[in-house]
């Protein structure tokens, strides 16, 4: 029931961002005109953190996070989870995994010490980081943890635990196959902690009875079987991530592995809005040019 409610809750408070995007579709350049004159500059003591990105190529930079960047995704992500809730109903009965990076710390411009987001659902806000709490198995366990090895471990425990999982959200598809090899290596090793409910470090979890059956699957790579209630899995599936996600798909030929749109922390340009890539027209201000490949 409380995963119900939790998927209720946070379907409902995307509703009203969803109705703008919709109406916003049949007139993009109005939509565009909205954002351009809702869009402030950014200022230092709006600053929250700086958080660290490559991009796809380049060194490390640090993007400075205000509280309008963050509504301007929420304002882009909130009618992509609509569309998942309304194409996969039986979301609304499933708990969610979004990919977990280790906290890292990084330093502003004026040397004082900034920590990026310690998960990647912050994003979503506080409020819908209370919402969501029930449906995020692993993000309280591995907030903190840097240690790789460690984070691994904790993060396949949790998502095994999770016997309702519906959702892994995650930037590239290596990443989550990164975890099922993890989990098939150490099939033995994660099915006892699972049976005695004793994951090491102090951790004590409710036994899972059915432990020893998702030893053997994940040693068989089964992995439909051990996720059974799986409906969609989002990464990138574009240039270099097109033959892992491809592996995603015939890893779970009845999931959806959808297709993230083009964003960046920096911002959003497009998202995923039933099966098309939309601009994302009510977040972002958007100024896209036509490439001639035989003369640039």
């Known amino acids: 029931m409380k995963v119900f409610l939790s998927n209720l809750l946070w379907f409902a408070s995307t509703l009203p961002d969803t109705i703008r995007f919709a109406l916003a579709l049949r007139n993009p350049t109005h939509a565009q005109a909205v954002v351009a004159r809702r869009r402030r500059p950014t200022r230092e003591e709006d600053v929250i953190l700086y958080e660290p990105t490559s991009g796809s190529t380049g060194a490390n930079k640090l993007i400075p996070y205000t509280e309008q960047l963050r509504r301007e995704f929420m304002r882009a992500v909130n009618p992509w989870m ?61 907030r903190g943890v840097r240690a790789p090895a460690r984070h691994l471990r904790l993060t396949a425990l949790g998502l095994l635990a999770s016997r309702r999982l519906g959702i892994v959200s995650a930037w590239h598809p290596s990443f989550f196959i990164r975890i099922l090899e993890y989990m098939t290596e150490h099939a033995a090793e994660l099915a006892h902690a699972l049976a005695t409910g004793d994951w090491g470090e102090g951790l004590r979890k409710t036994p899972i009875r059915e432990g020893a059956q998702l030893g053997e699957r994940l040693a068989a790579r089964n992995y439909a079987a051990v996720s059974p209630h799986l409906k969609v899995i989002s990464c990138w599936d574009a240039a270099f991530a097109n033959a892992d996600a491809d592996r995603l798909r015939q890893m779970f030929p009845c999931v959806e592995v959808e297709g993230k749109g083009l964003l960046a922390t920096e911002g959003v340009v497009t998202i995923p809005w039933f099966g098309k890539r939309v601009a994302a027209l009510t977040s972002h201000t958007l100024a896209l040019e036509t490439v001639d490949p035989e003369t640039s």
């Open 82 to 142: 609509a569309s998942l809730y309304l194409r996969h109903p039986g979301l609304f009965l499933c708990t969610h995994y979004w990919a977990i990076s280790p906290t890292t710390e990084v330093h502003g411009a004026d040397g004082d010490a900034r920590c990026g987001f310690a998960e990647d659902r912050e994003y979503l806000g506080s409020l819908r980081c209370r919402i969501t709490r029930t449906l995020f198995p692993v993000s309280d366990i591995v």
